[in-house]
């Protein structure tokens, strides 16, 4: 999205009622497909929805039909409000995906970790000699928290790379369906054309 407002983007804001007569233009469809497209890779919608909603446009004739389809994706705003953003970034969200996995990581290290070695202590103090055996599930859960934090970078890359991924198929699903569609020729079996005649 530009820095621009979203409705400034259109012909003429199709939400004032003096426009909402005037025919759209594939402009204005083309405006309305791309916060779709956005909200999409948000998760904001899923692909049944991002179909019908595309179908939506696609119908549209007059510009008073394009504001409802995305009336619960956009904030409201007058004419000359703050534009429609992705409410995050790709590394906003690559970030916060990495801090998951390190969470989940730590989780699987410190528990059974601490499980272990509560067990072997206990048989210590029961007067059990026994060698510190829990050192075996300390360094075996280790290793992907380890691996967790010394690839912070390739992993939120990589992360970055997949949301890119995902917002481009999104947009050419949308483009796909806004294609103009063109008539094929006619079905079944068609007339022989008519023969010329000798000396004619």
Do not use: N
Not at 1 to 17: K, V, Y
Request: hydrophobic share 35%; glycine share 6%.
């Amino acid at each position: 999205m530009s820095g621009a407002s979203i409705w400034e983007q259109f012909s003429h804001d199709p939400r004032q009622p003096e426009h909402g007569r005037l025919r759209a233009s594939d402009r204005d469809r083309d405006v309305i497909s791309d916060a779709l497209g956005t909200a999409y890779a948000e998760g904001r919608l899923t692909p049944a929805e991002l179909d019908e909603r595309s179908d939506a446009v696609a119908r549209a004739r007059t510009l008073s039909e394009l504001p409802a389809i995305i009336d619960d994706l956009v904030a409201p705003s007058p004419a000359t409000g703050q534009s429609v953003r992705p409410s995050t970034s790709h590394r906003e969200e690559a970030e916060r995906r990495y801090r998951r996995l390190r969470l989940v990581t730590q989780i699987i290290f410190l528990v059974p970790t601490l499980i272990c070695w509560v067990v072997w202590l206990s048989l210590r103090i029961g007067g059990v000699d026994t060698f510190a055996w829990p050192i075996f599930p300390t360094l075996g859960t280790s290793i992907p928290l380890m691996i967790v934090m010394a690839s912070h970078k390739e992993i939120v890359a990589g992360s970055e790379a997949r949301l890119a991924r995902r917002d481009q198929r999104a947009m050419q699903r949308l483009q796909s369906r806004s294609a103009p569609r063109t008539l094929g020729p006619p079905s079944g079996p068609q007339p022989p054309p008519p023969e010329e005649r000798p000396g004619g």
